[in-house]
């Protein structure tokens, strides 16, 4: 049991390590992703050593070092925890009618269509964004354009289609391909029947993995140039979606603050999406930001479809008149984060990433 402690606390001192390596390969980026699991493993291994000591003269060292990495981690997650002291709002008479909405990763190759869609009637949401979507599940959503006649789809067979569905009137939308030709972002603009504008966005950047992309350049120059465009919006913004990030990494930090939005994640829960069949190893990688004018009432995730990912749920309103009490949330960009911001927008136009453009199960 010794050895196993040692090894255990090496080790996690290694998954604390990596990720201050600002490198973008895959080993580097995907101990992010666990820093729930690290933190849990960190306070499991402490208290086991105090049940397996064998008197090492640098027992007290080991368990320094642990309690070193469990108040680091802690420091981090802490935020995104209802301890962390965040002003909550309610509607006001002049807010907007509250919208409802459900993004949710379908994952292409599952068949089970109509327990998604048994989830979009008994939910009733305003409008849903589906990532991984291909022919076979456009063909599956068909019933519901009756009750959602506003749509924007991108029919893709490479587990990067999206399609977005609302009752609410799009007044305008497209496509875009900000860093590689087969991974697209929507941008639609809507506006609700009391008159309130908003712009929704939806986002599924190519994870960082040994399976998928190597490094995280296409990743992090996708939403980073999603960001630069939502700073030319004047109109409260909303962006959804598989961010295939978490929000404590220096690059979903990095997107917040140079698009100016603020995360609903912190002072609420963690919201883990991924995956739905391992609760113990479970991520939070579906993400959301939004602008001042944004509140959000409810963030939550919904149960199991049949996907790899839980989908999630929001309930939000807008208010005019309360946006400059939760602009105060808001981090700015400092002139050098806006310069690395920059370059890896570039890093991730010239990454090439080799995706097939049809996708089968393996």
């Given at each position: 049991?010794?050895?196993?402690?040692?090894?255990?606390?090496?080790?996690?001192?290694?998954?604390?390590?990596?990720?201050?390596?600002?490198?973008?390969?895959?080993?580097?980026?995907?101990?992010?992703?666990?820093?729930?699991?690290?933190?849990?493993?960190?306070?499991?291994?402490?208290?086991?050593?105090?049940?397996?000591?064998?008197?090492?003269?640098?027992?007290?060292?080991?368990?320094?070092?642990?309690?070193?990495?469990?108040?680091?981690?802690?420091?981090?997650?802490?935020?995104?925890?209802?301890?962390?002291?965040?002003?909550?709002?309610?509607?006001?008479?002049?807010?907007?009618?509250?919208?409802?909405?459900?993004?949710?990763?379908?994952?292409?190759?599952?068949?089970?269509?109509?327990?998604?869609?048994?989830?979009?009637?008994?939910?009733?949401?305003?409008?849903?964004?589906?990532?991984?979507?291909?022919?076979?599940?456009?063909?599956?959503?068909?019933?519901?354009?009756?009750?959602?006649?506003?749509?924007?789809?991108?029919?893709?067979?490479?587990?990067?289609?999206?399609?977005?569905?609302?009752?609410?009137?799009?007044?305008?939308?497209?496509?875009?391909?900000?860093?590689?030709?087969?991974?697209?972002?929507?941008?639609?603009?809507?506006?609700?029947?009391?008159?309130?504008s908003f712009v929704f966005f939806g986002v599924h950047p190519p994870p960082p993995s040994p399976?998928?992309?190597?490094?995280?350049?296409?990743?992090?120059?996708?939403?980073?140039?999603?960001?630069?465009?939502?700073?030319?919006?004047?109109?409260?913004?909303?962006?959804?979606?598989?961010?295939?990030?978490?929000?404590?990494?220096?690059?979903?930090?990095?997107?917040?603050?140079?698009?100016?939005?603020?995360?609903?994640?912190?002072?609420?829960?963690?919201?883990?999406?991924?995956?739905?069949?391992?609760?113990?190893?479970?991520?939070?990688?579906?993400?959301?930001?939004?602008?001042?004018?944004?509140?959000?009432?409810?963030?939550?995730?919904?149960?199991?479809?049949?996907?790899?990912?839980?989908?999630?749920?929001?309930?939000?309103?807008?208010?005019?008149?309360?946006?400059?009490?939760?602009?105060?949330?808001?981090?700015?960009?400092?002139?050098?984060?806006?310069?690395?911001?920059?370059?890896?927008?570039?890093?991730?136009?010239?990454?090439?990433?080799?995706?097939?453009?049809?996708?089968?199960?393996?």
């Amino acid at each position: 049991m010794w050895t196993a402690y040692l090894i255990l606390t090496v080790l996690l001192l290694i998954l604390t390590i990596l990720p201050k390596i600002q490198h973008s390969h895959w080993i580097f980026r995907v101990p992010e992703f666990g820093k729930i699991q690290i933190t849990f493993f960190t306070l499991f291994t402490l208290l086991l050593g105090f049940a397996v000591s064998d008197e090492s003269q640098y027992f007290w060292y080991y368990q320094g070092l642990l309690l070193l990495i469990l108040i680091h981690h802690s420091v981090i997650l802490v935020k995104y925890t209802p301890v962390y002291p965040v002003k909550k709002f309610t509607p006001k008479y002049q807010s907007s009618e509250k919208v409802h909405f459900i993004s949710a990763n379908v994952y292409q190759f599952n068949k089970e269509y109509h327990r998604f869609i048994e989830l979009i009637e008994k939910h009733k949401p305003e409008m849903f964004l589906t990532m991984e979507s291909n022919k076979d599940w456009e063909k599956a959503l068909q019933p519901l354009e009756k009750d959602y006649p506003y749509h924007h789809k991108v029919t893709l067979e490479n587990t990067y289609g999206m399609h977005f569905y609302s009752k609410i009137k799009i007044e305008n939308s497209q496509t875009h391909f900000f860093v590689a030709d087969d991974i697209p972002s929507i941008e639609a603009h809507l506006k609700t029947e009391d008159g309130y504008s908003f712009v929704f966005f939806g986002v599924h950047p190519p994870p960082p993995s040994p399976t998928e992309e190597e490094t995280s350049k296409e990743r992090d120059g996708d939403l980073l140039s999603t960001a630069r465009r939502i700073i030319e919006i004047k109109k409260p913004v909303i962006v959804v979606g598989d961010f295939n990030n978490v929000a404590w990494s220096k690059s979903s930090i990095l997107f917040r603050k140079t698009s100016h939005l603020i995360d609903p994640r912190i002072g609420h829960s963690f919201v883990s999406t991924f995956h739905a069949n391992y609760r113990l190893l479970r991520f939070p990688i579906d993400l959301m930001f939004h602008s001042e004018e944004i509140f959000i009432d409810q963030l939550k995730t919904l149960p199991s479809f049949g996907s790899d990912h839980l989908p999630v749920y929001c309930e939000f309103f807008i208010d005019y008149e309360q946006e400059e009490k939760q602009s105060e949330r808001i981090d700015y960009a400092t002139q050098e984060e806006k310069e690395q911001a920059r370059e890896m927008i570039e890093e991730g136009k010239k990454e090439d990433g080799e995706r097939d453009t049809v996708v089968t199960e393996d």
